[in-house]
């Protein structure tokens, strides 16, 4: 199973809030540009690297349904600025939410100080108002201090519901990508290349078999390897069509 690397951490250790990023600020050690598929989207790996050595404050958005990789793509983003000894960090919008609105807020008044801040999912946030206060706060600060903000959303700045028209229209202003679904091979290969690098000895058959099972999207896909990848393990037994059929109850 992949090991995780934690990230920077505030100064100030002993304050709780920071004992809470210690929790959350981690990203999984394949989260880079190299493990990604770009085929569907060349153009993203430019933008990707013009982004993060841009000189002065830029934000950008990535917009895609469920597993497009922005999830992916947002962590190897913070981990190529982490690389080159900058301050990122990664949250998914879903662990804020898990905070509340109060602590979340607090929390990211205390990330301003990062260059590079990636929030996933960011359209989840945009419903309540105290959410979108604290994001608008946000992006102005980070403006004023020169640093690169990047978004990921299921939906465009224009047609996502946003209750602070003044953070949507930020929003609007933002570079936007938006991201292609891999076709049926891209993911097959994808996900031999995966299994590849988790050690795993996967045929052609059985990744086919897999891509055929599971939701047709890389996020479902690899969380099926990932729940394989353990089971393969414990069973002491290789990845067979057989095996994944009577694991996976397929």
Known sequence: MSSEIELPMNQLATDPLDQQLTLNMRLPSYANWQNFDFVANPEIFMTLQNFVQAP????????????TGKTHLLQATAQTVIDDNRRGAYFAASELLAMGVSMGAELLRGLEQYELLCIDDIDLLCHDNDWCEALFHLYNTNQQLGHLLLFSSAKTAHNMTCV?????????????????????????QQLLVRAHQLGLSMSTEVAQYICLHSERNMGSIMAALQVL??????????????????????
């Open 229 to 250: 990848d353990a089971a393969s393990w414990q069973a002491k037994r290789k990845l067979t069509i057989p095996f994944v059929k009577q694991f996976m109850h397929w």
């Open 56 to 67: 002065t404050s830029q934000v950008l958005l990535l917009q895609g349904s469920t597993g």
């Open 164 to 188: 602070l028209a003044d953070l949507q229209s930020r929003l609007q202003l933002a570079l936007m990508f938006s991201l292609q679904e891999l076709d049926e091979t891209q993911q097959m």
